[in-house]
Structures are given as structure tokens and as C-alpha cells.
């Protein structure tokens, strides 16, 4: 008799898990889509259990009461860090990573642990199947319009359209742009009450922090046209709010995010129009 191990594998240019295989997979689906790019050397796998082994470990910060940042240290693929927005009826976390371990775990069991998961883009599903079950079978909010990216299937995931409102006074918005289902999550609560968005890439935080940029691709640097970039800006102009949080650590427009977004897309499409 002879069994066979299989492994959910996680692609180290993208840190997308794979689903259950006996050996890795042929390529990985996110990183040959035009919008990224395979590893300069070549395709290559790891597991959570290798990376376990290999020291890395997560950073959990406060970034504002309530809100609360993972990232992983050492950098690993794209280098995102997930967000925790923390309300009395329930916790979602924004974005995720690959790297998860038992102290994250603790660590943000104490925070009120995750009840539900959405996400930027399909370039930060990480190891969203791992995070949901680690909290007992935390919802994962998948837009209609991306579910082709799910690599990892599982009965947590839920579909989605247009918008929801996950708990009260946190809402996921669907924008578009770099990816069809390219989504927001408006909190209410945020910024001292002023309201923050977090956005990922999909209004994504530029170097100065003044401004932010709207692309279909960010490492192969390809434009939205002008009327994607007016279909962000429509869809996130009915909520009030005062800063951004991208994707990274220093990816942060503390103050007058609004109008920044407004300003941003002018700029844009004055450019891009010539
Ligand atoms: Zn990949
Ligand atoms: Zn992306």
C-alpha cells in the first residue's frame, strides 16, 4: 500500500496558496496573468510549514484604536501587510498574507479574533483558507467577479456584488479597476471618526502620500483609461472619509484622503489624456 502526502502550496513571487496537491502545480494562475509576472527565477513553490522552519514571523501593530496591522517580517513576495478592523459585533480582516503561525494566531485571538475576511484584489488572498479556519470558519467575501482567482477552494468562501455591509459601519465597495472585482472597505469609525477607506491597489497610496494612483497593472506599469479611474472615484465618493490605508506599512494618506483621491484622478486622466 503506498500513500500519497499532498500539500497546499504558496507561490513565493505572489504568496498565493494552492489547493491540496501531491506535488506542486504546473504555474500558478496569478503570476501568468499579464498583471503580474513570474519570478526572474522561474516559478517556485513553498509551503507554511517551510517558512515555519525558515524563522519568518509576523509583526502585529496598532496603527489607531481599533485598527491593527500584520505583516510579515522577513519580506516575503509582494510584502502586504493585512489590516484587523476591530468593531463590538465583529472583526474582518482586510487583505491577507501568506505567513501564518500559532503566536499570530494568539495574538490576534486577543484582538477579538476574525470573523470575516474580504480583500483588495486577488494579488492578497494569501492564505486566506488557512486564516479562516485558524478562527473558527471566518467568512471570506470573494466578489462574483473574481471568483476564476480563488486557487483555493473552500465552503468559507461566500460571493459577493456591488457592495455589503460586512458589520455595521464597515462596508466592502466594489470599484474595479485592477481587477474587475477590485474592492474598498469603507470604515466609518476610522480616522477619530472621520472615516477611513483602505484600498489595497485598488486607489493605491503613491510615494509622496499625497496623492494616490489608479492602475490595471502596477509591476508591468499598464493605465486604467479614464472612465475606470472615474468609476473608482464614483463609487467611493458617497462615504465620508479622511485617510487611506494601502497595502504597506508606509502606504498611508493620513489626512485629506478624500480630496487627494479627487485631485489624483484629475491629474490622471489629465496625463493619460494628453
Ligand atoms: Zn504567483
Ligand atoms: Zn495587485
Known amino acids: 500500500m503506498t500513500t500519497t502526502t499532498t500539500v497546499s502550496y504558496i507561490c513565493k513571487t505572489c504568496g498565493v496558496q494552492y489547493a491540496e496537491s501531491a506535488g506542486p502545480p504546473e504555474r500558478c494562475i496569478i503570476c501568468d496573468d499579464e498583471r503580474q509576472y513570474i519570478g526572474w527565477q522561474g516559478q517556485q513553490w513553498t509551503t507554511l510549514d517551510e517558512m515555519r522552519a525558515g524563522g519568518y514571523k509576523n509583526d502585529v501593530r496598532e496603527l489607531e484604536p481599533n485598527l491593527t496591522g500584520i505583516g510579515t517580517q522577513p519580506w516575503f513576495a509582494i510584502g502586504q501587510r493585512a489590516l484587523l478592523v476591530q468593531t463590538p459585533q465583529g472583526n474582518v480582516l482586510w487583505d491577507c498574507i501568506s505567513y501564518l503561525d500559532d503566536d499570530t494566531v494568539e495574538r490576534v485571538k486577543a484582538l477579538g479574533g476574525v470573523q470575516a475576511i474580504a480583500f483588495s484584489h486577488p494579488h492578497f ?19 462574483k467577479a473574481d471568483q476564476q482567482w480563488v486557487t483555493r477552494p473552500d465552503p468559507a468562501v461566500q460571493l459577493w456584488e456591488d457592495k455589503v455591509e460586512l458589520f455595521p459601519g464597515v462596508t466592502l465597495i466594489q470599484c474595479g479597476g485592477h481587477f474587475e472585482g477590485s474592492a474598498v472597505l469603507h470604515w466609518a469609525a476610522g480616522a477619530d471618526g472621520r472615516g477611513a477607506l483602505l484600498t489595497g491597489d485598488t486607489i493605491a497610496v503613491a510615494q509622496d502620500r499625497r496623492y494616490v494612483t489608479f492602475m490595471w497593472s502596477y509591476p508591468n506599469v499598464i493605465p486604467l483609461n479614464p472612465s475606470a479611474v472615474r468609476r473608482i472615484v464614483d463609487a467611493v465618493r458617497p462615504y465620508p472619509f479622511d485617510r487611506i490605508y494601502g497595502g504597506w506599512w508606509h502606504a498611508v494618506v493620513a489626512q485629506g484622503a478624500n480630496e487627494a483621491v479627487e485631485r489624483s484622478a484629475e491629474r490622471y486622466i489629465g496625463r493619460i489624456q494628453g
Open 125 to 143: 488572498y494569501g492564505t486566506m483558507v488557512e486564516w479562516a479556519h485558524a478562527f473558527g470558519g471566518a467568512t471570506i467575501y470573494i466578489p
